[in-house]
């Protein structure tokens, strides 16, 4: 009879996402996670960064309607500062170092370019809000590397999660302030 008791036991495989049952449950248990999965917008079964930037939409436009543009400056900067802690702590609390739950990233990075490129109409705001989106989702060039600078857990990759989505968000000022040059 073999002694079981000696043989090592197998490292457990890197989760990709938990389940979605146990995803509302965890999202109330802490207010960092409530923030990180934005609000529940990142619980959404299809496309969860593209939900969770139209909540990011939505939210600035209800904003821009009480604040000044300096008042929404600082919301940001406080966002982006509460957003690197929040999808820190998220991410090592799901064991998955960059899960697609984790929207706050998509919600800040879409505020910052609605900040910086307004006024513009419904129609600029949807190619604003298109353009982010491919930058984000196709990750072409500098986002893709941006995307693999900060990688794990623990300070690095709480801040890689937020950095890609503000290198899209740059790349798509670039491109909104290019066509207006143009």
């Not at 009879?1 to 248990?29: G, K, N, V």
């Not at 079964?45 to 600035?60: I, K, N, S």
């Not at 500098?142 to 801040?159: E, H, M, N, T």
Request: with cysteine; glycine share 10%.
């Amino acid at each position: 009879m073999q002694d079981l008791s000696s043989s090592p036991t197998p490292a457990p495989e890197p989760r990709t996402q938990p389940p979605r049952r146990s995803l509302t449950r965890f999202m109330f248990s802490n207010p960092l996670h409530l923030i990180a999965i934005g609000f529940g917008s990142g619980l959404s079964r299809f496309a969860p960064g593209t939900v969770g930037t139209l909540w990011g939409w939505l939210a600035f436009l209800v904003m821009q309607l009480w604040l000044t543009q300096a008042q929404l400056g600082i919301v940001i900067a406080v966002s982006l500062l509460l957003g690197w802690l929040a999808c820190t702590v998220t991410a090592r609390h799901m064991g998955v170092a960059d899960p697609g739950s984790i929207v706050w990233d998509e919600v800040v990075a879409i505020w910052i370019v609605l900040w910086l490129a307004m006024p513009m109409g419904f129609f600029g705001q949807l190619v604003a809000f298109g353009l982010f989106r491919y930058f984000d989702a196709a990750k072409p060039g500098p986002v893709r590397w941006a995307d693999q600078l900060f990688k794990g857990f623990g300070w690095r990759g709480g801040f890689g999660i937020m950095f890609d989505d503000l290198v899209a968000a740059f790349c798509t000022l670039l491109v909104i302030a290019f066509w207006r040059w143009i």
